[in-house]
């Protein structure tokens, strides 16, 4: 592509963000470790990847015999239907494949899968996966992904971020495990928080603070640059509704007297009480950590409370973006508002939960 074309192209919106093998390592550990058993006779489709060089792929295939995987499954997506485009030149590993094809090569996307021993050489990794052009470009909503998507027992990717709510939706409606990043944000929004309020989504093992770190194609837009690589660090997370240990863990807590006494949190420490919404029928509670351990009322939280929750300790009954909230927890002054009022003044967004009964 000319550079002035390249140049324009790469104003569109960016879904080139490639996943650290370390980050999908840490991630996946804590589903083995909570259940040795978790992919075992398992079919995995990687859909929206980029087989040649994924990370996704490549832990997998290393890691096939160990997890007792039945078959690895990854796609991808056409250069030529990509929003950003990058300077793409295909790899020696295809060029060098007897099914080469030019046109293809830009206009189709790949498959490739795993399932045995293919070079004979008592083991099963990457030199094993078996390749083709897919018919189409390798879109997810496509109905030769939605046939991979229908073989598979387990779906994991880190999907564009242009299209997270459709990928969610897609994801959901084939009733599979799955494992996915998105950005953290996206827990409010309405394809999604009604999934975690039932317990059908949760946040994924990795910690929420410090996002993760990606490399990135758009070299306009980097934070930083490790052995040559361009890394953008964005403000993403794990999500799943496979369980993990950390899920279970309880939040430590203070009762609502200790809190006011010794909190670290200015805003909580030597005050006489927690505030209370103008709107809602609850107590703000701006930190996690300053949860009370007594109080038996509904509490509005930081979104990211959801990267400690424990179905065990809490029960979530609503958030305040998109009126996702029990009419029961509305007071009528304010009534119009689903932002939380302190005193006329706005809060944050908030997620409002309960402690469980015991
Ligand atoms: C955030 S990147 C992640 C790539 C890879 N899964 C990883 O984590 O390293 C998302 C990928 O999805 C591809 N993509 C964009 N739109 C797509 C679509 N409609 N269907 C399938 N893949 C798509 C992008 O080109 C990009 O390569």
Redesign the pocket.
Known sequence: MANTNLASARKAKN?????QFEDIQKEVTAYIEYNPDVFKGKTILL????PEW???TKYFAQNFKRFGLKKLISTS?AADS?NFKTDYHPTLFETADPQYDEDKTTKNGKIFTLTRDKTGDGKIDVDDLEWSYLDGD????SDEIKQLQDEADIII?????S?FREFLAWVVESDKQFVMIGNKNAVTYKEAFPLIKENKLWSGRTEWSGGLWFETKNPDDVDKVINGVNMKNVSSVWFTNIDHGRRHEHIPLMTMEDNLKYSKHKEVKDKESYDRYDNYDAIEVPFTDAIPSDYNGVMGVPISFLDKYSPEQFEIVGASDNGAIDEKYKLPHFKKHNEPYINGKKQYKRIFIKHKKK
């Open positions: 879904d080139e963000f490639y996943t859909p929206c990847d980029d994924s990370n996704f997506y990509k390798g879109d997810f909503r990717t880190n999907p564009p971020f299209l």
